[in-house]
């Protein structure tokens, strides 16, 4: 017969086993897409968000960061302040459906009203302006509305890391559209929290040779002939060192990738310059906390 210590013993074993195979690293992050659409007078909007669904604590961990940085960029939409155009959400924390449901309703009443005031200032305009009825109002019928896409999707999962894209599509009648938003977010997969930096900050100045190959197959890709020494001539740069995206660069099987925003480089026509450094080019600038995660 065994003794009481020993099945105690055995049990608790079996819970802690139980335990780690609930919050096994190398199993896939299970995730939920929440997906949403509409429309107003003035504005349309499209909304898809890819948040984590399961029960172990990395994915809660994620979940948890996944909803502040969903907070934040969708708080302040539309704000040329930087003040936020409504109340975070203080219900169930834990109902994620609610959640997202709540910064969609929220976000499209704002478009609503920014974009019904923009569309009543066009109308003044026109009023204003020496043209007939007819002229006036063919106008306003051709007149744009404002669009805006919110789409969170997780683009890459390993037995190490988890990665997700947060990006924002927003126009408001002018004469283009912007993308923003968060941008690339890795997740460490032992302890589901996110990867703030991957590269020491003072290594700018050693890695321009591998930013400067980077852009400049970017540009070559198309019908521009473009060289590493007249790439700057494509570029908007305040002197000739090409600065870190603000975006964090992401690990993928290749290497690290780096991308750079609208505007941030290089003109509008340029698009988003992305590139990827092989980890062999890249290693003596990565961070020691973060090499292991990179299999460095």
Not at 19 to 29: E, R, Y
Not at 159 to 169: I, K, L, M, T
Request: aromatic share 12%.
């Amino acid at each position: 017969m065994k003794s009481p210590i020993l099945v105690l013993v055995s049990a608790m074993a079996a819970a802690v086993l139980a335990l780690n195979a609930c919050q096994d690293t190398k199993a896939p992050v299970q995730t939920k897409v929440y997906a949403f659409e509409d429309s107003t007078a003035h504005a349309s909007m499209k909304f898809s968000a890819e948040l984590p669904c399961g029960t172990d604590r990395v994915s809660k961990t994620i979940l948890e960061d996944l909803k502040v940085i969903m907070d934040e960029q969708l708080g302040h939409i539309a704000s040329y302040e930087g003040e936020r155009q409504y109340d975070a959400y203080d219900g169930e924390w834990s109902d994620t459906e609610a959640f997202v449901k709540y910064y969609f309703d929220k976000t499209l009443d704002i478009l609503a009203r920014e974009s019904d005031k923009d569309a009543r200032d066009r109308e003044l305009y026109m009023t204003e302006e020496a043209m007939d009825d007819a002229e006036r109002e063919d106008i306003l019928s051709r007149m744009p509305g404002w669009e805006y896409e919110f789409n969170l999707s997780k683009a890459d999962d390993t037995e190490a890391y988890a990665v997700f894209h947060s990006q924002e599509y927003i126009y408001m009648g002018g004469a283009h559209g912007g993308v923003t938003g968060a941008g690339s977010l890795t997740y460490d997969k032992k302890t589901g929290e996110r990867i703030e930096a991957f590269l020491d900050p003072d290594c700018v100045e050693d890695i321009q040779p591998l930013i400067r190959k980077g852009l400049t197959d970017y540009f070559s890709s198309g019908d521009m002939d473009v060289t590493e020494e007249n790439l700057n001539d494509f570029l908007l740069l305040d002197g000739d060192l090409i600065p870190l995206p603000s975006w964090q660069p992401f690990p993928s099987k290749d290497g690290l990738v780096f991308t750079y925003q609208q505007y941030e480089i290089a003109p509008y026509a340029a698009g988003m310059p992305a590139f990827t450094i092989p980890y062999e080019d890249i290693a003596p600038y990565v961070l020691v906390e973060v090499r292991p995660i990179l299999g460095l």
